[in-house]
């Protein structure tokens, strides 16, 4: 009974948090599509001075960085639903290794670039900067440990990245709840969720893996197999 109640809670809130994400990644989209008319009054780009906008290092770093990140958002995704793996492991390995590309290569270092501009001032560019550094050394440590076939480490350290590839969904969340629910000022809103969105991620994965979710998902995608070498990802 214990074990058929931990299924179905494990399957709504699997189901839940997808529907979430898929959400978010819809609504961003749409966000993402307007600024293809390549004018700087839109949205974010309107925020900035001529002389950042005047930069093409900044330019080019925001489009990479707004396209990549949403491949990245949805490839990740799929890294964690273990009937994929066992139906699909071709889809697993391949949106796997499309998320490490374009996150090491595209998002994480183009939003570097970005933090160097962030709004909100020194306090802002530091939490994007270090946020993006731990993004693409946690997610070094995923491919790293996949090498050396440590397969419990491949997982913990897919949970810790994509917990900070999420903080763009936190960020959001936890915006519209200090300054639509406890009356917070924009400047004091976006600067403590510059550092809560990936900080508090970061510790809702550490929770998860202490828990035991890095075990737990393993087990269920190879349900069968007790040595799991890095071929099987």
């Known amino acids: 009974m214990n074990q058929a ?23 961003m989209l749409g966000k993402i599509m307007p600024y293809f008319s390549f004018q700087h009054a839109i949205h974010f780009l309107g925020t900035k001075t001529d002389e950042v906008l005047g930069k093409t290092h ?43 590309l374009f996150l090491l290569v595209l998002a994480a270092p183009s939003g570097l670039v970005l933090a160097l501009y962030a709004n909100g001032g020194l306090p802002a560019r530091v939490g994007f900067f270090m946020q993006c550094v731990l993004w693409w050394g946690l997610t070094w440590a995923a491919w ?12 913990g350290f897919m949970i810790r990245s994509y917990a900070v ?10 915006s519209y709840f200090m300054y639509y629910w406890l009356g917070t000022k924009p400047i004091e809103t976006y600067v403590t969720v510059t550092w809560l969105s990936w ?10 893996i202490y828990l035991g979710l890095d075990r737990r998902l393993l087990r269920a995608a190879y349900p069968k197999t007790t040595h799991i070498q890095s071929s099987n990802i």
């Open 144 to 155: 790293r440990a996949l090498k050396l076939r440590q397969m419990q480490q491949h997982a």
């Open 58 to 100: 900044f330019i080019w770093a925001f489009y990479l960085h707004i396209t990549s990140s949403w491949v990245v958002l949805m490839t990740g995704m799929i890294q964690f639903f273990p009937f994929l793996v066992q139906k699909y492991p071709g889809l697993h390995r391949t949106s796997g290794k499309i998320y490490l």
């Open 199 to 208: 900080v508090g991620n970061w510790i809702l994965a550490e929770l998860l």
């Open 165 to 174: 590839t999420l903080a763009a969904m936190s960020l959001r969340t936890e």
């Open 5 to 27: 109640l931990y299924k179905i809670a494990r399957y709504a809130v699997s189901t839940f948090g997808a529907l979430a994400i898929l959400y978010f990644s819809w609504v």
